[in-house]
């Protein structure tokens, strides 16, 4: 078990422009989560997914962010249009349905927008 | 979502026990108390959780009061490896939230040499 793993680490983007990131869950999670976190806050919750559902999107998540996760393994998340207040550390995590759900969080992807 | 409130930060010698304190009073009686940490750069870190009864593991202990409106996170012996920011976080055992973690702004604890 290598845990959550998320690429790239950084990106930085010009605004505008369109970005995806991407998330390897511990295999066998059911459960697979993604935050965005600025500096000096707390992770804020964006949108989840059981096996491929996603069941829960945030407010905070306009229309410009996308997220799949087709086969119930890996997700993406896609920011179109990317603007300077999408710069952040976005965090994507991943749990059982078992046991306490304890969720397990990968190292982020940082997105710098120019 | 219960609302919490954690001192903005703690400080601690090395060594010595660490009592990280959250209040929870709006909290349902149904969710869980889940403790997180983030260390500098890296994501959160799952620490330990409850619902009524005090909880001990490798790495904390929880107490947690009988009214379930607070909880206290308790480091035995503070190493420098435990700086980090701690959350304490409620959240739903059940229904659309079910797991859903929502952040506060946490402690901020620094472990002095």
């Known amino acids: 078990d290598t845990g959550v793993s998320q690429n790239p680490r950084h990106k930085i983007t010009k605004r505008g422009q369109n970005v995806t990131f991407r998330c390897d869950p511990i295999s066998e999670h059911n459960r697979l989560y993604w935050y965005r976190q600025t500096l000096g806050q707390g992770p804020e919750f964006l949108t989840y997914?059981?096996?491929?559902?996603?069941?829960?999107k945030s407010r905070l998540l306009s229309d410009r962010f996308s997220a799949e996760r087709p086969k119930g393994s890996f997700s993406t998340l896609e920011i179109q249009r990317t603007e300077q207040g999408d710069s952040a550390m976005y965090l994507c995590?991943?749990?059982?349905?078992?046991?306490?759900?304890?969720?397990?969080f990968g190292p982020g992807t940082r997105l710098t927008v120019t | 979502d219960a609302k919490t409130t954690q001192p903005n930060s703690m400080e601690s010698n090395e060594e010595e026990p660490v009592h990280l304190p959250c209040n929870h009073s709006t909290i349902s009686g149904t969710d869980y108390i889940h403790w997180y940490r983030q260390l500098p750069s890296q994501g959160p870190e799952y620490v330990i959780h409850?619902?009524?009864s005090n909880v001990n593991n490798r790495m904390a202990s929880l107490a947690i009061a009988e009214d379930r409106k607070s909880s206290t996170l308790i480091l035995h012996r503070a190493t420098l490896r435990d700086a980090a920011v701690y959350y304490c976080i409620p959240t739903a055992a059940g229904g659309t939230s079910y797991g859903k973690l929502t952040f506060g702004q946490g402690t901020i604890l620094t472990v002095h040499p």
């Open positions: 995590a991943s749990s059982s349905l078992s046991g306490s759900y304890e969720q397990y």
């Open positions: 997914f059981q096996n491929e559902a996603q069941l829960e």
């Open positions: 409850g619902l009524t």
